[in-house]
C-alpha cells in the first residue's frame, strides 16, 4: 500500500531557530500535499495544501512567512517552521495525495521548542 | 465550507461489546467520508471509507453506514478488542472538482478505551 515517510520523528529546537520537517512518499507520486498541525487531545487542523511545482495554498490564519512549504518534486515536501518559539510546539504531521481516493498520512513530528 | 460533527467525544466499553460512533457533515457536495484510528504519538491511518454511492461497507469488525439524505455516517467496531484503543476522527471531502485541492476536513475526534 501506499507509504508515507516522515521525518524526523522527534525534534526539540531552540526558540529563533528553524526546523525543517520533510514528508515523503515511497511507492507513489503525490499530486498534492497537505499539512497538519495538531494539538494534544485535539483533532488535526490544516494549515497548508501544496500541489508539486506550485506555490502553497494556507489555510486562514497560518502564517505563510512562519510555516515555509515546499512541494518541489512528487515524492517530496517540506514544512520549514521559522524562528521557532515555544508557541509553535505541536505535532505536525503531512499528508499525500496520488491519483486515486486515498490520503495516506506520515507518522508526525513532535516538534518541541524551548 | 465543510463542517464536521462528531459524538461522542469519549467511549468507553467492554471487550467484547460493540462501540458506535456517529458524525455529521454539512457540505452536500462531499461525497467520500473516512475513518481513520490514530495511535499516541502516531500519525493517523486510514481505517475503512465510504463513497456517497454506497450506504454500508463492512470490513471484518468494521463496518460504516451513509445516510446521504440526513448527513450522518457512523463507525461501528463489534466484538471490541483492547488494541481498538485509540483516537477515532470521521472526515468528509468532495472529490468532485477535479483538481488536487480538495480537503480533507476532520470531525473533532472520538477517543475510543476498551475495558479489558
Known amino acids: 500500500g501506499a507509504v508515507v515517510s516522515q521525518h524526523p520523528s522527534r525534534v526539540i529546537c531552540k526558540s529563533g531557530t528553524s526546523v525543517k520537517i520533510e514528508c515523503r512518499s515511497l511507492?507513489?507520486?503525490?499530486?498534492?500535499m497537505f499539512w497538519y498541525r495538531q494539538f494534544p487531545k485535539q483533532s488535526l487542523m490544516l494549515m497548508a495544501t501544496?500541489?508539486?511545482?506550485?506555490?502553497?495554498?494556507?489555510e486562514q490564519g497560518v502564517e505563510k512567512d512562519k510555516f515555509l512549504i515546499n512541494h518541489a518534486s512528487l515524492t517530496l515536501s517540506t514544512l520549514t517552521v521559522t524562528s521557532a518559539h515555544p508557541e509553535d510546539s505541536s505535532f505536525y504531521i503531512c499528508?499525500?495525495?496520488?491519483?486515486?481516493?486515498?490520503?495516506?498520512f506520515g507518522s508526525g513530528t513532535r516538534l518541541t521548542v524551548v | 465550507g465543510e463542517n464536521v460533527e462528531q459524538h461522542p467525544s469519549t467511549l468507553s466499553v467492554q471487550e467484547g461489546d460493540s462501540a458506535v460512533i456517529k458524525c455529521t457533515y454539512s457540505d452536500s457536495a462531499s461525497n467520500y467520508f473516512p475513518w481513520y484510528k490514530q495511535e499516541l504519538g502516531k500519525g493517523p491511518q486510514l481505517i475503512i471509507d465510504i463513497r456517497s454511492n454506497v450506504g454500508e461497507k463492512k470490513d471484518q469488525r468494521i463496518a460504516v453506514t451513509l445516510n446521504k439524505t440526513a448527513k450522518h455516517f457512523s463507525l461501528h467496531i463489534t466484538e471490541t478488542q483492547p488494541e481498538d484503543s485509540a483516537v477515532y476522527f470521521c472526515?468528509?471531502?468532495?472529490?468532485?472538482?477535479?483538481?488536487?485541492?480538495?480537503?480533507?476536513?476532520f470531525g473533532p475526534g472520538t477517543s475510543l478505551s476498551v475495558i479489558p
Open positions: 472526515a468528509a471531502l468532495s472529490t468532485l472538482m477535479k483538481t488536487s485541492y480538495d480537503k480533507v476536513i
Open positions: 501544496s500541489n508539486e511545482g506550485s506555490k502553497a495554498t494556507y
Open positions: 511507492d507513489f507520486q503525490a499530486t498534492t
Open positions: 499528508s499525500a495525495r496520488g491519483t486515486g481516493w486515498g490520503y495516506t
